[in-house]
């Protein structure tokens, strides 16, 4: 009976140990479960913003495409005007050109009136001065006219024009813009 008794105590003391060992792998199960509910919640949370940063870097892609192609027309359109302003300073330069052809044309010109009214001036003081000889040597006017009848009238020559150079050169045409 001892022995019965001491085998008795001796199941029921494995008994409770096997009973403690099924109630902490079944909490173990339990805890488990929780986690592996619990990894594939965060799985799933990565999954979604897995998902998330990839259409972030599609959109910010497609926004470095937009910004690399407006570059692009920016450096073309500075390139445009930059030639444009080549272009223009050309012109500028050419114009100046002009202007100094045409001032010194001007200055020719002035240079030719001047000695014209010069020239005019000297013929109208040798014309004054022959008539005040022709006054004092002869009879008046009156005098001659009386005592010698007009000719047929000549025809009074008409004043020779003042030429006036031409220009030395004809301006550049412009390139239609």
């Not at 199960?29 to 799933?44: H, P, Q, R, V, Y």
């Not at 192609?69 to 920016?74: V, W």
């Amino acid at each position: 009976r001892r022995s019965l008794a001491a085998q008795i105590t001796s199941t029921q003391a494995e008994i409770n140990e096997i009973q403690d060992q099924a109630a902490a792998l079944s909490k173990a199960l339990i805890d488990t479960e929780a986690s592996k509910a619990s990894a594939e919640a965060d799985a799933m949370v990565m999954g979604v913003l897995k998902e998330a940063h990839l259409s972030d870097a599609a959109t910010a892609q497609s926004e470095l495409t937009t910004l690399k192609t407006i570059l692009q027309e920016t450096e073309a359109q500075r390139d445009a005007a930059a030639a444009q302003v080549t272009s223009m300073e050309a012109d500028l330069s050419a114009a100046n050109a002009n202007l100094g052809l045409a001032m010194a044309d001007v200055s020719t010109s002035q240079s030719a009136l001047e000695d014209a009214k010069s020239a005019r001036s000297a013929a109208a003081a040798e014309r004054d001065e022959a008539g005040v000889k022709l006054a004092s040597t002869g009879p008046s006017p009156a005098t001659a006219l009386a005592s010698n009848p007009a000719p047929a009238a000549t025809p009074t020559p008409a004043p020779t024009p003042i030429p006036t150079p031409a220009p030395t050169s004809a301006p550049p045409s412009r390139p239609a813009p």
